[in-house]
């Protein structure tokens, strides 16, 4: 059975984009890259939202590579082959090895849980929100940066309430500390 795991970059006030609705936190140096490279490599499959997927569609492109350091390279390819499904009502088409669904997101990640092994990724606050109500979501990672974005984006919903419990922290590259939780019942 696969594990959920909801896995975003954080403020320290809890935002993973600025009010504007901008990526304001740093963008990763090469050692942070490479951890998230890793953790892709072990996915077997992305769950994103519409908003989450166009912002990764940008590592789609082989033409991104042009210009790109060793770990973004190395982090395209891995995107590239690890399948992806978009959950969304607006959009009608998505890109290579994406699947589109827009009905029941929790139906459909259910029936995905059971038919799939190992590690999928979840990107995105809505969807995460609506999954996490679910009971579906089996860890919440939190990366935190040493920065405060004062509004915007926050990686929970509001409205959503959860009883967690510690699965342990981790101190990573450029001040980021790993914070993971799973659901306490």
Not at 40 to 50: D, I, Y
Not at 60 to 73: K, L, Q
Not at 113 to 122: E, M, P, W
Request: zero cysteines; hydrophobic letters at 45%.
């Amino acid at each position: 059975m696969a594990r959920i795991i909801y896995s975003m970059l954080t403020s320290l006030d809890g935002y993973i984009a600025g009010p504007d609705g901008d990526i304001a936190l740093p963008v990763p140096e090469t050692e942070l890259h490479q951890h998230f490279n890793d953790m892709m490599r072990q996915a077997s499959a992305v769950l994103a939202g519409r908003l989450m997927y166009e912002v990764m569609r940008f590592w789609d492109s082989p033409d991104r590579e042009a210009g790109a350091t060793e770990v973004e390279r190395d982090f395209a390819v891995a995107w590239r082959q690890t399948p992806k499904i978009v959950f969304s009502t607006t959009l009608r088409q998505v890109g290579p090895n994406a699947r589109l669904v827009n009905g029941d997101a929790a139906a459909a990640v259910k029936s995905l849980k059971s038919q799939t092994d190992g590690l999928v990724i979840l990107g995105g606050a809505d969807l995460a929100a609506s999954l996490g109500r679910a009971g579906l979501i089996d860890e919440y990672r939190l990366y935190m940066h040493p920065v405060v974005l004062g509004g915007g984006k926050p990686y929970f919903q509001s409205g959503l309430s959860l009883d967690l419990k510690p699965l342990g922290a981790e101190s990573l590259p450029q001040g980021v500390t790993l914070l993971r939780y799973a659901p306490a019942n």
